[in-house]
């Protein structure tokens, strides 16, 4: 069974600050997925990861794959009250894969 | 376009008993997906279904069941309630699942067993 490691498991912060969050694994996974979700909702996805060593930005959401590609990492610049939710890695294993892993997830709070 | 709906939003049910969850696709999204998500585990995968086949299930006990219809609505039933069963079950379409088709989730059906 290919698990997910998120570190922090829980983020207190003021607003304008910086943070990253960790998501790390002992197996290589095909993609890594982030997802936000907030209270009463599911999850939705921020960003799909592929190659090893990719960089993808959102706005303020930076998004890095691991060169081995069994890590990944989300940095957020200047953190706004909005930000503030459960933020998930999930991976397939496989190129053929319809299963995806999740990590338990970091649960941010940004405080105005 | 309408989002992935599932209902009832909330339930609550007693240990023994059965329950069955709908989740309606986002429309041409042939891919639905189940997870349970609890504060311990967090998101676990129960299965996913295409074109009415289910292509992957995850490690759950047979009390858990699904299936697809051909209109690609599917519905989840677990039977002999147990008080772990307790969480949020949520649904995810996709257009054909897998790594190059993105997951739509559902707002969830929030599972409460006494």
């Known amino acids: 069974t290919q698990l997910l490691e998120q570190s922090p498991q829980f983020l207190s912060i003021q607003e304008g600050e910086n943070l990253t969050v960790y998501c790390n694994s002992s197996?290589?996974?095909?993609?890594l997925q982030w997802y936000r979700q907030e209270p009463g909702e599911g999850p939705v996805l921020l960003v799909t990861v592929v190659t090893g060593g990719e960089v993808k930005k959102l706005k303020r959401l930076t998004f890095q794959f691991g060169d081995a590609r069994k890590d990944s990492s989300l940095h957020i610049t200047a953190a706004q009250p909005g930000d503030t939710g459960l933020y998930l890695c999930a991976g397939y294993s496989g190129a053929g894969s319809y299963q995806l892993t999740f990590g338990k997830g970091t649960k941010l709070s940004v405080i105005p | 376009k309408a989002g992935v709906t599932q209902t009832p939003r909330y339930l609550i049910k007693t240990r023994g008993q059965q329950v069955t969850l709908s989740c309606s696709p986002i429309s041409g999204h042939r891919s639905v997906s189940w997870y349970q998500q609890t504060p311990g585990q967090g998101l676990q995968f129960l299965f996913e279904?295409?074109?009415?086949?289910?292509?992957n299930k995850g490690n759950f006990p047979g009390r858990f069941s699904g299936r697809q219809f051909s209109n690609s609505r599917s519905e989840m039933n677990v039977s002999t309630l147990e008080l772990g069963d307790s969480a949020l079950y949520l649904c995810?379409?996709?257009?054909?699942?897998?790594?190059?088709?993105?997951?739509?989730f559902g707002n969830g059906t929030r599972l409460t067993v006494t």
């Open positions: 197996s290589v996974f095909s993609s």
């Open positions: 279904y295409f074109s009415e086949t289910q292509r």
């Open positions: 995810a379409s996709s257009l054909e699942g897998g790594i190059n088709s993105p997951l739509h």
